[in-house]
């Protein structure tokens, strides 16, 4: 175990007695002397003190249990009656460090306040930041993009994490070992390594320990630190993406490579079950932007979220940028969806779809206009914040009396009955991908304005509804 | 890196010159005569031979493009203008290896052909092992329980591994250090170490590496392995649980502790997303079976599905024996969902629900009925598989009719909306658990037979639907 971490160039010491105070001091010392991380291995005995239970594995799960607790208080020469007996050196020590915290506090302050004093502006900003707030303005920093345009979402990304860098020096973070390929650079951040303070973090090939140190340093406060890796890279650091969620810490992820999208790579790369598997954990939410503007959009949501963690999901390959974003990202994306295009006319169908697949879903409902249905278009980059919206917002978006709905994400279909409904239908992507070009892909897989006309005419009829199969591959090489 | 397995026990190597053929074959030879495990370092060029875009990222994630192709050919002395341009050596090694192969497996079958015939029973029972069937009247050794009793479903799960493990000597498995909690011991069967063939695997607190290792005794044939851990461990294992699904592996997944109702080691430790993030990988069935005999009837069905990875969710809290299990387990489960509990005349209500909740599904049920509301019970251990039966199935269990519906699990409630429908409503546990003993929790976060009689009559006045917000503590110390 300590080898392991000298060949990681840590500091390791070991203690073989728990119960020597003195070691355990010297060691820290030594700690702390040492620039390195360091790592203390302590033997001690598991249960110490309880005469029939130290040692063994019955300490460890379940409670000693009354009797054992009497005993384990006389072992210890405390009155075994007693409940919550605390021995009186026990408490002078206690008292001891707690006053020694109280002058230390106190230090703390009057420093703060003298530097408040000398330096306003400075100690606004310290405040500023630590408290978690943002300075005035700040939105006006995102990139907004024209009709007519078109950017992968994930060098949206990079440009709102630069424009973002340079009116939040609170912002950092780096890759997992992918930063050519996440676009994550705070241009002008400077590196941060063991002898410069930059803000870009090259993490390595270590996903879980990125989204921990990220963890770290959202509990330190006055930071806003992100990370990145490929989408399904994602499953690496759950673990510590779920602790941030527990705590309520608002670190940010940015998981670029977003789907099928991402064509050669294939299956092991390309995200499918991901998104609802990230939507599934309690307090996460999970972004993925349909367009230009929504991405941008969503990173404001993600640092104005101080206590929470955002998931952000880019793609690889270009997204045109829709009419409706432009005037409608900015507040649509804050509240998990909002109505991207307007039916002409009362709606008679509803299209809600997110990420790559809206503007298919826009091409679709042009088709089915000209077809004479009027059709809206629902982007719901974030379902589970759309779920939070008061009942008016909700109805004004989707409206209950309005059942005729298609939702098509080329992920799982697990979650959207929610928002297509007993009567509506989903197109989704129900296994896994293939390495092809990405167009070819959707295609294949029946991501096509077409497709989904064919199915919203079969919703309009009646005679389709609940999830439609997603097609076998014609290669005959797909994975069951 | 070498240095972390030399730390682990490997043998390590390391040869400077990819290019260097010669020291590639030694370093071989080293590691096969080594009896540890062994790791080669062999450096590389990346985009070796490629003029322009050898030792540079350029020649990672892009094609290198037909110029460069060209320049790449010209390089080798192949002709650039040729595709697929096999030189002569090459094809002739290539020809040799073939034929080398070849006799091999001649020799192989042979030696087979002669084992048959000098041990017919001995190379019947090979055959059988090797092409993942299972022996007449294997399902005759899962345990049975009787209305009256109650179990741990762990503990079910413990009575049916030593069961299956004394009738499928090719069954084989353990736990990653929690084999005391997961009840994992193939009774009789021995340990699996560097010196001992038997069939119980210590696996150390290393949970991909456990699921790796099953995938690696599934690519090889002739063997059921199985793997266990906690189930909120399981986010350490999604990336092989993955690789299994991607590659139609037929590895058995046992988490214990599987909701709230491990009870005191509190939200670190109670799974909430995880139900829905084990559905949403495509291929994986994830089961959480409702009593004791469901739990038995859920290992039949991994241990005859042999082409795809089951996960299993066994709790650690008895559950008690439901009178429509005795019959109905057995081909229920198989089928994803049944009717646990039939209506007393024309249903007006459907129950459904899975694992811990299930009895209390059935309490209410009662209730209800004793009010006049004739309540059906679907128990749906695995509403995947219940998604793959034929209409006809499906609609004996869940009439599309009969929408008054209310699901009931204490994970998220993300995927029940295609259950419980756009009418129904979701009984979840939409937040991070307590640390308190099981029956409280059950009770604070309101999955009891009281409330879902009040919501299902809710349902049944019109004036309840979608998913009813899970309840705070009353203590105040819940996470958000």
């Known amino acids: 175990m300590l080898k392991r971490f000298d060949a990681y160039g840590w500091h390791t010491a070991r203690v073989e007695d728990g119960n020597d105070i003195e070691a ?39 409670p000693l249990g009354p009797d054992e607790v009497k005993l384990t208080k006389a072992a210890y020469g405390v009155d075994p009656e007693a409940t919550f007996a605390v021995p009186a050196d026990v408490a002078a020590l206690y008292k001891e460090r707690s006053d020694h915290g109280a002058t230390l506090v106190a230090e703390h302050t009057k420093k703060l306040l003298a530097y408040a004093t000398a330096f306003p502006a400075e100690a606004a900003e310290l405040q500023r930041r630590m408290a978690g707030t943002l300075p005035a303005g700040w939105e006006s920093a995102l990139p907004k993009y024209e009709l007519g345009g078109d950017a992968p979402t994930r060098n949206v990304s990079q440009s709102s994490i630069s424009a973002l860098g340079a009116v939040l020096p609170e912002l950092i973070g780096g890759s997992a070992d992918l930063s050519e390929s996440n676009l994550t650079d705070i241009h002008g951040g400077g590196k941060f390594t063991a002898t410069e303070s930059g803000r870009n973090i090259s993490y390595g090939v270590r996903e879980h320990a990125m989204a921990a140190i990220a963890n770290g340093i959202s509990y330190h406060g006055g930071l806003i630190p992100f990370v990145a890796t490929f989408l399904t890279f994602s499953d690496y650091l759950r ?3 779920r602790l941030a969620a527990l705590a309520n810490l608002g670190s940010i992820f940015v998981f670029t490579h977003d789907s099928i999208g991402l064509g050669e790579d294939g299956p092991t790369h390309q995200p499918v079950e991901h998104y609802a598997a990230l939507r599934a954990i309690p307090n996460v939410r999970f972004f ?30 270009k997204l045109p940028v829709l009419s409706g974003s432009i005037t409608g990202a900015a507040a649509g994306v804050r509240r998990g969806a909002y109505v991207l295009r307007e039916a002409t ?25 000209a077809a004479g249905t009027p059709t809206r278009v629902v982007s719901m980059p974030c379902p589970e914040l759309f779920g939070e919206q008061d009942a008016a917002y909700r109805e004004s978006v989707l409206p209950a009396a309005l059942r005729a709905r298609v939702a098509i994400e080329a992920g799982v279909s697990l979650g959207w009955d929610r928002w297509s409904g007993t009567d509506g239908a989903i197109i989704a992507m129900d296994r896994f991908g293939a390495s092809a070009p990405a167009p070819t892909l959707f295609k294949e897989f029946g991501f096509t304005p077409e497709r989904i006309v064919e199915i919203a005419k079969g919703v309009l009829a009646g005679s389709v509804h609940g999830v439609v199969p997603t097609p076998h591959l014609h290669d005959g090489h797909q994975v069951r």
């Open 288 to 317: 993925r932007p349909g367009d230009p503007n929504e991405a941008a959009a969503a990173w404001g949501v993600a640092v104005e979220r101080r206590h929470a963690p955002t998931v952000l999901a880019f793609t690889r390959q």
């Open 345 to 369: 006319g009362a709606a008679k169908m509803i299209l809600i779809s997110t990420g790559s697949e809206l503007h298919l879903a826009v091409a679709a409902a042009e088709q089915l206009e």
């Open 239 to 241: 673990g510590a993406l």
């Open 24 to 62: 355990i001091d010297r060691a820290i010392d030594w700690a702390i002397a040492d620039e390195r991380p360091s790592l203390i291995a302590v033997r001690t005995v598991i249960g110490f003190g309880s005469p029939n239970k130290a040692g063994s594995q019955k300490s460890h799960g379940a």
